[in-house]
């Protein structure tokens, strides 16, 4: 069948990038799903930091590839052996296919799946091969998703069927921005009721720790960013406090507000310096998690001694450490509650043929996370 999509075919063109246009719309051959795979026709899909890098050429890919991996859809079509899914259920994309077997897998731990992560690094789904073309040329995958796309082919593995009564558009933050930040807080941070936390970069992922660290309980939750917008954001969130960080005196006013510094310190900017910030803020004996993702080349350096002699534990968080079969049910049921409002983090939804121009966007920093639409 045929279905369009935003296809990158270079990296790191000049910005803006509504002028260079780093991506294309072009109509593809897609490929029916195979075994263990379904056909999506995807409602919406959310512009992320980890599309933007593909794009800046911070975090490389094979290309050319059909970008987005933050989105949601219904099911058209079933390929053989699909096992609980069906036409007409409407699922939520997860960028890393768990295979099930693999030893991370085995321990329960889906978003470190071996045989996904190397799927994913090739471009190409979790059993095998491309099914995008142009005019008998593959078009890579990303990260078992694409989609910015009218249609897709995923695997069984990157979906999860989801409450059919929220809109597309509300749904997509779930598959990136939601678990990844609200799984740091919860799930690799594990922050206890009346903790303090300081969350490091207010994109859409740092923005819904903030949410996630109001839900568990946090007496105070500190938001730092260099952007006001954000900060303002922040603060209608619920956050106790907001401190742009290139303030001289910003390390001062936190021990001040949280004397010897915050429990946990969540940093979701993915640079050197946000998390060195983030770790400089965690008190004695506390947690500082990382949930960004930086350029490859950049090293963190630390001081080894107060590792030991304070008792400090940096963490990794990779998808919020979620299982997503358990997680994002259990945040769609916070969020039609009332309790976890990831609604408010959408600033704007827009065509696909706007995509370049939203990438300019949250590049200067305009948006917490803007929604693109397929009809």
Same mark, same amino acid.
């Given at each position: 069948m045929k279905t369009k999509a935003a296809v990158l075919h270079e990296?790191?063109?000049?910005?803006?990038?509504?002028?260079?246009?780093?991506?294309?719309?072009?109509?593809?051959?897609?490929?029916p799903p195979g075994p263990n795979e379904v056909l999506i026709k995807i409602g919406a899909a959310g512009l992320c930091h980890s599309d933007l890098s593909v794009i800046n050429g911070s975090r490389p890919r094979p290309l050319p590839m059909a970008l987005?991996?933050?989105?949601? =859809?219904?099911?058209?079509?079933?390929?053989?052996?699909v096992k609980g899914f069906e036409p007409g259920d409407h699922v939520v994309c997860v960028f890393?296919?768990?295979?099930?077997?693999?030893?991370?897998? $085995?321990? =329960? $731990?889906?978003?470190?799946?071996?045989?996904?992560?190397?799927a994913n690094a090739k471009g190409e789904m979790l059993d095998g091969g491309i099914r995008l073309h142009d005019h008998g040329d593959d078009i890579k995958h990303h990260i078992g998703v694409s989609g910015f796309a009218q249609y897709a082919v995923v695997s069984e593995n990157s979906i999860v069927k989801v409450d059919p009564s929220i809109p597309f558009e509300k749904l997509a933050v779930f598959g990136c921005a939601v678990i990844t930040g609200v799984g740091a807080v919860v799930n690799t941070a594990k922050i206890e009721a009346g903790s303090t936390v300081a969350v490091v970069g207010l994109g859409g992922v740092g923005l819904a720790a903030v949410l996630g660290?109001?839900?568990a309980g946090a007496s105070q939750v500190i938001a730092l960013d260099v952007n006001a917008q954000k900060l303002q954001l922040a603060q209608e969130l619920g956050a106790t406090a907001c401190f742009n960080v290139t303030q001289d005196d910003v390390l001062e006013r936190i021990q001040a507000l949280t004397p010897g510094g915050v429990d946990y310190? @969540?940093?979701?900017?993915?640079?050197?310096?946000?998390?060195?910030?983030?770790?400089?803020?965690?008190? @004695? =004996?506390?947690?500082?998690?990382t949930a960004g993702l930086p350029d490859p080349k950049e090293k963190f350096a630390v001081q080894q001694v107060s590792l030991t002699a304070q008792e400090r534990t940096i963490k990794g968080s990779y998808v919020g450490s979620c299982v997503p079969m358990r997680d994002i049910p $259990?945040?769609?049921?916070?969020?039609?509650?009332? $309790?976890?409002?990831?609604?408010?983090l959408i600033t704007d939804v827009l065509k696909l043929e706007d995509i370049n121009e939203g990438f300019d966007r949250l590049d200067q920093g305009q948006a917490a996370r803007l929604i693109v639409t397929m009809d």
């Open positions: 990296m790191a063109l000049s910005k803006p990038y509504a002028h260079s246009q780093p991506l294309r719309i072009q109509e593809l051959e897609l490929d987005g991996h933050e989105a949601a =859809g219904e099911i058209i079509e079933v390929g053989s052996g890393v296919p768990s295979c099930g077997h693999c030893l991370p897998c $085995r321990k =329960g $731990r889906p978003a470190l799946c071996e045989p996904g992560a190397q660290a109001i839900m310190a @969540i940093e979701t900017a993915g640079v050197v310096t946000a998390l060195e910030m983030a770790y400089a803020i965690t008190c @004695i =004996g506390g947690t500082t998690v $259990r945040f769609i049921e916070l969020y039609k509650q009332g $309790r976890l409002p990831v609604d408010k």
